[in-house]
């Protein structure tokens, strides 16, 4: 198993412009999710998917957009950049929601925008 | 709204010392807490999870305890090494998505 992998690892994109995170396992997972982590903010939830087809917010949702057309894969769309989601981001995923499974973590993108 | 705090924010201590790291909530319905650690500009690696059910996970030189009822976990390092220094973030599940505390950066001195 490659586990949760992300794409690109590293971005830089102009103000403006939109761009797909991309995020995908092969665990079969049910539940994926996506975070940002800022320095002194800690991780913060942006979308979240309970199965394909099924998508929420989370915390800090504005700016994204997501969909889960599939098990395998869960991508993060900026719509519109801008400085301020400049941060790094990692996906998520877990076999079940509301279950106490363990949580599995992507390597991160790490997105600047200027 | 699910709350996670972790103390101290950093810590400096050396080589060999045996340490622990905080980690309080506020909601204590969960399901689990995991404890990860992170090095610089690196993705999270998961060392502990335990359930609610549990009071305490050990892994090697790590031993994690719960106190549900009081939304308190605690990360204990023995005999840390320089190879430890990174950062440890606690997290909690619940009906909510994992919330994270903000981490304690661990600094290991030779």
């Known amino acids: 198993n490659a586990g949760v992998t992300q794409t690109p690892k590293f971005q830089v994109l102009k103000t403006g412009q939109s761009m797909t995170l991309q995020c995908a396992q092969d665990?079969?997972?049910?539940?994926m999710s996506w975070y940002r982590q800022d320095p002194g903010m800690g991780l913060r939830l942006i979308h979240y998917s309970v199965g394909a087809g099924i998508t929420d917010q989370g915390e800090v949702p504005n700016g994204y957009n997501v969909s889960r057309s599939t098990t395998e894969d869960f991508p993060l769309r900026l719509l519109s950049a801008a400085p301020s989601q400049t941060s790094v981001y990692f996906c998520?995923?877990?076999?079940?929601?509301?279950?106490?499974?363990?949580?599995?973590f992507g390597p991160g993108t790490r997105l600047t925008v200027t | 709204k699910q709350e996670v705090t972790q103390i101290p924010a950093a810590l400096s201590v050396p080589e060999g010392e045996n340490l622990v790291l905080n980690c309080s909530f506020t909601d204590s319905a969960i399901y689990n807490l995991q404890w990860f650690r992170q090095d610089p500009g690196k993705g999270l690696t998961s060392l502990l999870l335990?359930?609610?059910?549990?009071r305490e996970q050990t892994s090697g030189r790590l031993n994690a305890s719960l106190d549900k009822s009081s939304g308190r976990s605690t990360l204990y390092i023995a005999a840390s090494q320089p190879g430890d220094s990174a950062t440890y973030l606690c997290a909690v599940k619940g009906n909510t998505p994992l919330v994270f505390g903000k981490g304690t950066r661990l600094s290991v001195i030779a």
């Open positions: 998520a995923s877990s076999p079940r929601t509301g279950a106490p499974y363990e949580q599995y």
């Open positions: 665990m079969n997972h049910e539940y």
């Open positions: 335990i359930q609610s059910s549990q």
